[in-house]
């Protein structure tokens, strides 16, 4: 087994965990020395993939590794619902952007994982420190939502679709997010 595929088991079996993961228990698992795994582990986190030491073990911090970009329209007053809705079906609102005719992709980070982060967004544009990206574009914006399954970002499509929320696609925009393979990121 390559150094490569060595890590992408580490990273298998840190998902799957349901607790800490030892570095003597992958050591075992994997055949190696714990100190390789410590390397490993070392090189993983250089790649931006979030592994916390404990002192039971090592676990991913993050384990939402698929996303789906959604193209939505809605008024100011749904802003709340919408983000509510991504949060209570299991999903992170990793960015809002927009897309704008003369200005291109004007794109904000969100990282929004709980209804306590909805309510500091929403407060932070309740006090005018910010508003909607959205309305740059007649209430037209996009979402990077992340999620553990795609069966999950199929039921958050669903539920958008429901509401009312999901907006079709425009001739000048640059790519057709839906129909993208959504390929398992090794990290978020």
């Not at 958008?160 to 000048?172: H, I, P, S, V």
């Amino acid at each position: 087994m390559s150094g490569e595929e060595r890590r992408e088991q580490i990273l298998s079996i840190l998902r799957e965990a349901k607790e800490p993961v030892s570095g003597t228990a992958l050591a075992g698992r994997l055949h190696v020395t714990r100190q390789v795994i410590v390397q490993d582990i070392a090189l993983i986190r250089a790649k931006g993939c979030e592994i916390n030491s404990t002192y039971k073990g090592y676990v991913l911090e993050n384990k939402a590794i698929f996303t789906r970009v959604f193209k939505v329209i809605h008024e100011d007053a749904d802003v709340e619902r919408e983000l509510k809705l991504y949060v209570d079906m299991s999903g992170t609102v990793l960015d809002v952007f927009v897309y704008h005719k003369r200005y291109g992709v004007v794109k904000a980070e969100m990282n929004i994982r709980s209804r306590r982060d909805v309510d500091l967004y929403l407060s932070d544009m309740r006090t005018g420190k910010s508003s909607p990206l959205k309305n740059l574009t007649s209430g037209y914006h996009y979402h990077t939502i992340a999620a553990e399954s795609e069966e999950i970002l199929d039921a958050i499509q669903e539920r958008l679709q429901k509401e009312g929320f999901l907006a079709q696609l425009k001739d000048y925009e640059p790519v057709d997010f839906w129909k993208q393979d959504n390929k398992e990121k090794e990290h978020v």
